[in-house]
C-alpha cells in the first residue's frame, strides 16, 4: 500500500514535470524568459562557487576598469563587483520569491474568501483590496517598507502588500463566475461541504489565470525590489545588492568609471525581461488554449 | 404515511424590480416509490420547487413561508450541518443540463468517491459502490477514469443519476433529466429512472415542461402556472377527466400522431409575477375566465378521489 502510494505521488510528480516542461518547450518566449531566469537562479544558488572573489572584501585597488583579473572591474572601496553582481542576486530573487509567494497566497485565499461568501463580507473586503489598489504601487511600497524599517524581510512583506489586490481581484472575479456553474450547484446537493467546494471546485479552475497574473507580476516585483533597494530599503552595506551598488555607481559614472552602475543595472533589467518574456509566452499559451 | 410532504410552501425572490413569488402555497404529499411529475412551462416556479425541498434556493429568494417534512422532519428547520448530511443521502437531485453538471475538471471517479467520503464511507468501500452505482445505470467500468468531456451528454446524465441514487436515497427530485439530451437517449434515461424507481423503491419527483412526458411515466401529476398548482391528480384520472383550462390547453398542444388534429397554441405569456394578476393567476389567458376570475383567487377544490383543482368552474 504504501509502495503504491508513494509511486502515485512520483508519478503525479513526474507527470507535473513533464507538462511543465511541455509548456516551456510550447512557445519561444517562455523558453527564452525561463532560461534567462534559470541562469539568474543558478547563479544566485552557485555563488560560492561562480564568484572568484568574496562579495564584502576588498580585493584589490579601487576602481579598476574590467581585466582579465577583476572581470567587471572593482569599486570605490576595491570589491570586485563581478563577485557582488553575482551575490546580489541572491537579495533579488529571494525578495521577490517571498513577496510573490506571500501576495499570491493571501490574496487568492481572500479571493476565494470573498468571492464564494459574498455579501457584507465581500464588500468589506473589497473596498481595502480597492482602497489599497488605488495608491501607486511604488509610493506605497516605500512608505511601508520605511514604515517597516530597513531589511529584505519587510521589503519583501511591503511588495506583498502592494501586489495583493491584484490577486485578490482576479481571483474573486473567477470565484464569481465559477460559484454558478452547475456543478458547484450540484456537489451542493450532494452534501459537500463549502469549504470542499471551494478547494477542490473552484480553486482548480482559477489556476490559470493565477499563472497569468503570477508571471505578470513577477517582472513588475523584480522592479520595484530594485527601486526598494536603490534607496536603501533591503539589506544594508557592506552586503552586495543590485539596487544599491547601482545607486552608489551613480556618483562615478560621469567621471567615467560606468563598470559600477552598467553591470548591476544591466542584470536588473535582463532579470525583468526574463519574467517579462515568461508572461507573454504564458499568456499567449493560455489564452490560446482557451480559443 | 407519506415519504415527503410539503405544507404550504411559499418562495419568493426579492429581486431589485420587484417581489417575485415564485412558488405559493404549494402542498402535496410524495408516497414511498410514488413518482410524481410537476408539469409546467417555464418560470411556473417548478424548479425552485425543486431546489426550495433542499433548501438551496439561491439568493435573492427566500422561503418564506412551509414545512417540508421528511420522514415527519422539516427539512427547511435544520441547520446547514444537518441538511447538508441530508442532501445526497435522502434527498437528492438530478439537474437539467448533464453538460455542466460534472466538474470538468476532476475524473470521474474522484468526483464520485469524494461524494461518498463526504456521506462517511470509506476509501475502498466507496470504489466498489463507485463500481456498482455506474453499473446499474448502465455503464462500463472504464468511464471511472474518464474525464467528464471524453463522455456523451447521455452518459453523463448517467453518471449524474449514479450518484444520486448511490446513498438509496428516500426521495430523488429529477429537475428535467432529459430536456437537454436527444429523443433516443432522452428515452433511456427514463427507462433507467423507472428501473431505479422499481429496483430502490425511491419516490421521484420529476420536473418537467413536457405534459406528454409526464402523463406516459409518472404516477401523480401536478400542474403547475405561476408559481401556484392548477391541477393535481392520478396519471389516469388526469389523462380520463382533465379539469384545469390550463391542463386542457397543455394538453391540446401536444402534437397527435393518431388523429389530424393539429396541436393548438396557447395565445398570450406567462404572468409577470413580480405583479401578478389579481384573482386567478390564469384568468388572462383563460377562455372561460369570469369576472370571478378577475377578483378572487381559486381554493384548492377535490372533485374526485384525490383528483384537485384550483378553479371557480367546479365549485
Known sequence: MRELFKSNVAGKASRALLNASRIILSNKYILAGFIIVLVFVLMAILADFIAPYSPIEIVGPVLQPPSQKYLMGTDNLGRDVFSRTIYGSRVVLLTTAIAIALSGAIGTLLGLISGYIGGALDRVFSFIMDSIYAFPSLILAIALSVALGPSPINAAIAIAVVYIPTYFRMVRGQVLSIKNEPYIEIARALGIPSTRIVTRHILPHVGRTLMVVFSMNSADAILTEAALSFIGLTVQPPQPDWGFDLYKGRGFILTGYWWMMVFPGFCITLLAVGFALMSEGVSTVISGRKR | MSTLEVKDLWVKYYTFSGIVSAVSGVSFNLRKGEMLAVVGESGSGKSTLGLALLNMVPKPGKIVKGEVLLGGVNVLKLTPEEIRKIRGSRLSMVFQDPFTTLDPLR??????????????FDKSKSRSIVKEYLEAVGLPERIMYS??????????????????????????????????????????????????????????????????????????????????IMEYADKKELLNNMKHPYTKALFEALPRITTRILPKSLPGYPPDLRSPPQGCIFHPRCEYATEECRLKRPEMIEVGKGHFVACHLYR
Open chain 2, 107 to 120: 475524473k470521474i471517479v474522484d468526483q464520485f468517491e469524494e461524494f461518498l467520503l463526504e456521506h462517511g
Open chain 2, 147 to 228: 474525464y467528464p468531456h471524453q463522455l456523451s451528454g447521455g452518459q453523463k446524465q448517467r453518471v449524474s443519476i449514479a450518484m444520486a441514487i448511490a446513498l438509496n436515497p428516500e426521495v430523488i427530485i429529477a429537475d428535467e433529466p432529459t430536456t437537454a439530451l436527444d429523443v433516443v437517449v432522452q428515452k433511456q434515461i427514463m427507462d433507467l429512472i423507472d428501473y431505479i424507481k422499481g429496483k430502490y423503491g425511491s419516490s421521484i419527483i420529476l420536473i418537467t415542461h413536457d405534459l406528454a412526458l409526464a402523463l406516459e411515466r409518472a404516477d401523480t401529476v401536478m400542474v403547475m402556472y405561476g408559481g401556484y
